[in-house]
């Protein structure tokens, strides 16, 4: 099992990590990682973004992925290893683990600029911590100032148009609301780049450009290739 060196501020508890040893895993140990929740005929799982399968069977208090998070859900996760379940082949891909922490993470899809969206997208600055990709997900980590309004995040097609050729030019769009700039935030947000796929192609150049408070522009590049991937992704949210 992979262990994600991600740093959570302000998202997730102080995680505790340690080394694995012959004896089997310890209550004390931690991990932190992205996936998906889905709801795989009435048996909930979490599937990571490196391809381990979680079946939690325990959680802390407060958390009941029943009514917490819908099929489809990404998702944000502290958890401890309870046990292993082993393939007919020998190999381990699915643990048992208890959720000590979960938080939902924004799922969009693109967004086409046009007249009527044009003042609602905003054009605020913000700060792109990280970025990578994850099958047919674009995800980021964003630093932004704000104090007590909602923020929106979304991820633009400059033409307002499908554009044929590659890359395929995207703005990183901040809606500050007119929020004061009093406190920092640390956001994590994915957007599906299934839209982007051209029939006969199996990948796709995308180019991100994004502003920061000093108002200099950012750009940012990834290939997408979707040769193995289904057609079907995630879906998003609104």
């Known amino acids: 099992m992979k262990k994600l060196g991600f740093i959570l501020l302000a998202v997730l508890s102080v995680a505790t990590f340690s080394c694995l040893d012959d004896d089997g895993y310890s209550l004390n140990d931690q991990w932190i990682g992205f996936g998906m929740y889905v709801n795989e005929s009435g048996t909930m799982l979490i ?9 939690p069977v325990a959680w802390n208090p407060g958390l009941d ?13 502290n958890f401890t290893i309870l046990d292993e379940v082993q393939n007919s082949d020998g190999s381990v891909n699915q643990y048992l683990v208890k959720v000590n922490e979960a938080r939902e993470i924004l799922l969009k899809g693109i967004l086409r600029l046009t007249e009527e969206n044009a003042d609602s997208i905003g054009n605020d600055p913000l ?17 932004y ?14 033409t307002g148009e499908p554009q044929p050729e590659d890359p395929v030019k995207l703005q990183l ?10 406190l920092s935030y640390t956001a994590f947000v994915s957007f599906s780049l299934n839209q982007l796929r051209v029939s006969g192609k199996d990948s796709i150049s995308v180019e991100v450009s994004s502003i920061d408070y000093e108002g200099v522009t950012h750009t940012l590049e990834k290939v ?9 992704g ?3 949210q609104e």
């Open 47 to 55: 599937k990571m973004d490196d391809g381990d399968v979680l079946r």
């Open 65 to 77: 992925y029943g009514d917490d998070f819908d099929d489809g859900s990404r998702l944000l996760v």
């Open 127 to 143: 700060i792109v911590e990280d970025f990578w990709m994850t099958d047919s997900l674009l995800n980021f980590k964003i630093k």
């Open 145 to 158: 100032w704000g104090y007590n309004q909602v923020h929106f995040l979304n991820l633009v097609e400059e």
């Open 173 to 182: 769009r901040h809606n500050a609301n007119n929020d004061s700039e009093s």
């Open 224 to 232: 997408f290739n979707y040769s193995d991937l289904p057609l079907n």
């Open 234 to 236: 995630p879906a998003e």
